[in-house]
């Protein structure tokens, strides 16, 4: 133990610190709310002087406080004594982590550190950024270095992470929820749009929420159910599914903890799907009617269905004769379509653009907002029969759903 706080003391006051976590808490409090999971201890320049950020992480809420190097020392040791049973270290030159046991013996296990290491030291102006790539499941998946930075290569998805969490939080503030809000992201790959959702409902918006990621990759789904484990995010997993097969779980905390699922028929709020590929999108929407979700977003991924009826028809028109504008229409037609159906089961549509078009053509998103307002179904009808006989489309994939009965 002595040898680890003779460590964190050279570090803070020879400038050589990078972060600090502290974790695994010795007891739980009976106040949920009370209970401290983490501690983050990061460098800042406040007003020109060096200074120690602390994050602390409560079940439902951060608290932030800086300290200087002397305060910072104290308190981190402290809770080193009385209240965490894990520290690690990071420096400008090795890694230490310490491992106390429930009977209190102590392990510490140092590893030098080969790379050249940026201290990422922040100061007081910082950009108030919708995600904090400090929490620690940015770097196990990928998107940053150990020290909470957006790698050069992943820099493009982080802009695709920010728009989205954006959008998506400016469409929910304008939807009523009651209660936890259930959340199924179809196709949730890799898991990066997820867990960006999952950090900034419950973190910045402290949402109560329930999330499933589904992914039809088992290798993904135990790769991510592993990160959420180690990061203790609780009322979050990923399902290895098939969308079209999946079937939509309530999670309550006992049945977490027992890991097992609850199945609750028609309990979603939001459905999300970000490209899914080709009909895989149709069959997320057809969740999303289905479970009478308040929102349904999705970005559409390839859209061979409607593109191969329109090859065949071999329709020649003064648009469709070019290959590019075929494919381009190809993707109008199938997403116009999708919007009238969400529309016939009551859904306000929008269209927006995700990204700018020069990182992605798949870059639309597709938001339906449930709605009371009356429909005219007879005409909705009309319209999709319409653009199918213009451009000689036998069915759309998703039509199959009109001929469903949704919950509500
Ligand atoms: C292009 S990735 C998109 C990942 C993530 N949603 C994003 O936008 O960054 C599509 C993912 O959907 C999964 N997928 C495709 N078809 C699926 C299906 N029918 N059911 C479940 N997952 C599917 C793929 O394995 C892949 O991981």
């Given at each position: 133990m002595q040898k680890f706080i003779n460590k964190l003391q050279s570090s803070l006051n020879d400038g050589s610190f990078v972060k600090l976590t502290l974790s695994k808490p010795r007891a739980k409090s009976q106040e949920p709310r009370a209970n401290l999971n983490n501690v983050y201890v990061k460098p800042i320049i406040l007003k020109n002087e060096k200074m120690f950020s602390f994050t602390y992480?409560?079940?439902?809420?951060?608290?932030?406080?800086?300290?200087?190097?002397?305060?910072?020392?104290?308190?981190?040791?402290?809770?080193?004594?009385?209240?965490?049973?894990?520290?690690?270290?990071?420096?400008?030159?090795?890694?230490?982590?310490?491992?106390?046991?429930?009977?209190?013996?102590?392990?510490?296990?140092?590893?030098?550190?080969?790379?050249?290491?940026?201290?990422?030291?922040?100061?007081?102006?910082?950009?108030?950024?919708?995600?904090?790539t400090d929490n620690p499941w940015?770097?196990?998946?990928?998107?940053?270095?150990?020290?909470?930075?957006?790698?050069?290569?992943?820099?493009?998805?982080?802009?695709?992470i920010c728009?989205?969490?954006?959008?998506?939080?400016?469409?929910?503030?304008?939807?009523?929820f009651d209660g936890k809000v259930r959340i199924a992201d179809m196709g949730a790959g890799k898991g990066y749009l997820t867990f960006a959702l999952y950090?900034?409902?419950?973190?910045?918006?402290?949402?109560?929420?329930?999330?499933?990621?589904?992914?039809?990759?088992?290798?993904l789904v135990v790769k991510i159910n592993e990160i959420i484990k180690e990061s203790n995010l609780k009322d979050f997993r990923f399902v290895e599914s098939s969308i079209d097969s999946y079937q939509i779980s309530a999670v309550n905390s006992q049945s977490i903890a027992h890991g097992s699922r609850l199945m609750a028929h028609g309990s979603l709020d939001v459905l999300i799907a970000l490209h899914a590929c080709n009909t895989a999108t149709d069959d997320a929407i057809i969740k999303g009617?289905?479970?009478?979700?308040?929102?349904?977003?999705?970005?559409?991924?390839?859209?061979?269905?409607i593109r191969q009826e329109m090859e065949k028809?071999?329709?020649?028109?003064?648009?469709?004769?070019?290959?590019?504008?075929?494919?381009?229409?190809?993707?109008?037609?199938?997403?116009?379509?999708?919007?009238?159906?969400?529309?016939?089961?009551?859904?306000?549509?929008?269209?927006?653009?995700?990204?700018?078009?020069?990182?992605?053509?798949?870059?639309?998103?597709?938001?339906?907002?449930?709605?009371?307002?009356p429909v005219d179904k007879e005409a909705i009808l009309k319209q999709i029969e319409d653009l199918k006989k213009q451009y000689r489309i036998e069915k759309h994939y998703l039509e199959k759903v009109l001929f469903f009965k949704p919950l509500n």
């Open positions: 992480r409560y079940e439902r809420r951060d608290e932030t406080k800086n300290y200087d190097a002397e305060q910072s020392f104290e308190i981190i040791t402290n809770f080193i004594n009385e209240v965490f049973l894990n520290a690690s270290l990071f420096t400008l030159t090795e890694d230490v982590t310490l491992l106390i046991s429930k009977k209190g013996k102590a392990t510490v296990m140092t590893k030098a550190v080969k790379e050249q290491r940026d201290q990422n030291v922040q100061h007081d102006k910082v950009k108030n950024r919708l995600i904090n940015w770097f196990k998946l990928g998107l940053t270095t150990r020290e909470g930075k957006v790698t050069a290569d992943m820099q493009h998805k982080f802009k695709q728009k989205y969490v954006e959008i998506v939080d400016g469409v929910m503030k304008n939807v009523k950090e900034y409902l419950t973190q910045r918006c402290k949402y109560d929420i329930e999330m499933e990621g589904v992914e039809i990759r088992p290798d009617i289905e479970s009478g979700a308040k929102l349904i977003i999705c970005a559409p991924c390839c859209h061979k269905q028809s071999k329709i020649v028109d003064p648009i469709t004769r070019y290959g590019i504008f075929l494919e381009r229409q190809a993707v109008m037609i199938t997403d116009a379509i999708r919007a009238l159906i969400m529309e016939y089961f009551g859904y306000k549509t929008q269209v927006m653009e995700f990204i700018e078009m020069e990182h992605t053509p798949k870059n639309i998103l597709l938001v339906g907002r449930k709605s009371d307002a």
